[in-house]
């Protein structure tokens, strides 16, 4: 008699054997507020791209720069924190900077300065640790619009004689610039009336 021999395929779902984290390393973030969970992507032995199971546990240390809140990251404070991915026994970890704005820093003031009708351009710009941050709106004013005036571009128009304080403000953070403007000299060319 003939028994039929039966091959039985089983398919066996791929089994995870890395965790990585997509994107920039480490993520800089210049405020306080959320920011998404990193991107975890989850790889066989091969490095091929699985589908994330479910299981997949987030935790960041230390709870006074960075907190897990649901499915984002809540920023707390200036400093570094490790964010850590685990899925079983497989572990990733991503650093975050939390790098807060620090420093106004005002450019432009002629030297010397020159007297009162003049006019020049000041510039400023956000720092966080030395490090420039793009975008950021900074605020300029004068303490005496009489001595001089500088509007939201940083035109500033000196009108006359006296001892004036330009300030650029970005959040709480302040930078002010002293200025002691000069009557503007008379043109000897042109005579003067007795």
Do not use: K, W, Y
Request: with cysteine; aromatic share 2%; hydrophobic share 50%.
């Amino acid at each position: 008699m003939f028994t039929p021999l039966v091959t039985i395929l089983l398919a066996c779902a791929p089994t995870p054997a890395s965790l990585s984290v997509a994107g920039e390393s480490p993520v800089v973030v210049h405020e306080l507020g959320t920011l998404p969970l990193p991107t975890v992507q989850v790889l066989d032995a091969n490095g091929n791209v699985l589908p994330t199971p479910e299981g997949l546990a987030f935790s960041v240390a230390p709870p006074t720069v960075a907190t897990i809140l649901g499915d984002r990251i809540e920023t707390h404070a200036d400093g570094d924190a490790i964010v850590t991915v685990t899925l079983g026994d497989l572990v990733v970890t991503a650093p975050i900077l939390v790098s807060l704005p620090d420093t106004v820093e005002v450019t432009g003031v002629p030297d010397p300065l020159p007297s009162a009708g003049a006019t020049f351009q000041l510039a400023a710009r956000v720092l966080a640790d030395g490090d420039v941050i793009a975008d950021r709106e900074v605020v300029f004013a004068s303490s005496d619009p009489g001595v001089a005036v500088v509007d939201a571009t940083g035109m500033v128009t000196l009108l006359a004689p006296g001892v004036v304080t330009l300030s650029a403000t970005h959040a709480s953070i302040r930078t002010d610039v002293a200025l002691v403007v000069t009557a503007a000299e008379a043109d000897p060319a042109v005579p003067t009336q007795l």
